[in-house]
Nanobody, 120 residues
């Protein structure tokens, strides 16, 4: 099993900053892509926020470009998302997704999510 755990969520005022992180553990040989998704309500679909590849390439959804920065620490199987100039519409549960390979084959694992609330 591959376990993914997010941390760092919380309540922040509009215009503020927050950094969320996740760590993957378990039967991991290598990690290809790591990404952050968010879900604004249980009945809504999760949407991609940012992605970082094993070679450092990044992708962001247009609404967060220039405000969010994704990074990874391969030695720790960890990833972070620095969120600046937060807006109320950024409020969501943020999920860490890890795409990799292990002794059991390829995996695509999700964390439990961390709540980010942007409100005055």
């Amino acid at each position: 099993q591959v376990h993914v755990v997010e941390s760092g969520g919380g309540l922040v005022q509009p215009g503020g900053s927050l950094k969320i992180s996740c760590v993957a553990s378990g039967n991991i040989d290598s990690i290809y892509d790591m990404a952050w998704y968010r879900q604004t309500a249980p009945e809504k679909q999760r949407t991609l926020v940012a992605l970082i590849t094993d070679t450092g390439g990044t992708k962001y959804t247009s609404s967060v470009k220039g405000r969010f920065t994704i990074s990874r620490d391969n030695a720790k199987n960890a990833m972070s998302l620095q969120m600046n100039v937060l807006k109320p519409e950024d409020t969501a549960v943020y999920y860490c997704n890890v795409d990799g390979n292990g002794p059991d084959g390829d995996f695509d694992s999700w964390g439990q999510g961390t709540q980010v609330t942007v409100s005055s």
